[in-house]
């Protein structure tokens, strides 16, 4: 049976899938973890070490060294992103309830929600593309994006948004795995390559511990908002890479295009936030569903407007050669 090429035919279908078996035990057997109890009950209940072992892994397979040219590219595209997900936070705590939206159409919409699904680029998604739309130089830009991952950038932007507050300590404990990893990872070639072959695999595992926090009344109450969530995403952060990539990345928008995703990793976000600050705990089942099926619409959509963008690119810049050459 070709299970894994069946999933992987699925955008993000290795977080998705597991994260989506994952809520039908918790939605129909939502006691099952404490009742087998053990290691099984370890697997289902433990997405916070499961992700502590990830994020480290993370850390230790991102390169300190790259090209003037990667660095340049892979700045401008995180640090707009980051930007825009913080100007996004900042106007949404001032027009949003504390607790998110929790009636009509945009029950469950929350700020946690629009920072996790604005604030990360699907890094392998972005490098996919780019290698057939774009230079290896801009496919390569995803070695930054990594940073994005986890709940980093958010406690970041929920921070001097003033929408949160972390203790030193706390903002110390989320980022320590990391930059362990990283360290090592760059000390040691051999073990970046021995943790970096982790990355992938462990995916499939937090996910379905994530999936055995939601109830699919949940995902199936927020379905259409979160199609428009992850259209958002794609208008609100891409129109501001695009611009960034022609002024400051000397490329042509393509590259800002195909950075407008929700990554993967965004998912387990709200999760995460909530257990270090537990005035989200309320919203994050709700911002997990919204943020899943942002993923999965970035996912879709960004390839399709990444193509379409880089053909009338390429056909003006033909046209503009062929001007000067009668000129």
Known sequence: MQIKRAIDKIPGGMMLVPLFIGAVCHTFAPGAGKYFG???????????????????????????????????????????????????AAVASRVMPENGV???????????????????????????????????????????????????????????????SFEPHVFVGAVLPFLVGFALGNLDPELREFFGKA???????????????????????????????????????????????????????????????????????????AEMVPQFKAVAPAATALVATSVIVTSILVPIVTAVWSKRAKARAAMREQMAVVK
């Open 199 to 273: 990355v992938q695999t462990l995916i499939p595992f937090f996910a379905f511990a994530l999936g055995n926090t939601i109830d699919l009344a949940v995902i199936a109450q927020t379905g259409l908002l979160g199609i428009l969530l992850g259209v958002a995403v794609i208008v609100i952060t891409g129109i501001p890479l695009i611009i960034a990539d022609k002024l400051i990345g000397g490329g042509d928008g393509t590259a800002g295009v195909a950075a407008s995703s929700s990554a993967g990793a965004a998912v387990a976000t709200p999760v995460l936030i």
């Open 38 to 88: 053990s290691f099984t009950n370890g697997l289902i209940s433990g997405t916070v070490p499961i992700l502590a072992v990830w994020f480290f892994c993370m850390g230790a397979s991102i390169k300190l060294s790259a090209t003037g040219t990667v660095l340049r590219k892979s700045g401008t595209l995180v640090v707009t992103k980051v930007a825009v997900a913080w100007l996004v």
């Open 102 to 164: 929790e009636v009509g159409f945009f029950a469950g919409l929350s700020t946690l929600a629009l920072v996790a699904a604005m604030d990360m680029t699907n890094g392998g998604l972005y490098a996919s593309v780019m290698q057939q739309y774009g230079s290896k130089e801009e496919a390569g830009a995803f070695v930054l994006m990594s940073l994005e991952s986890g709940p980093l950038m958010t406690m970041i932007i929920l921070g001097t948004a003033g929408i949160a």
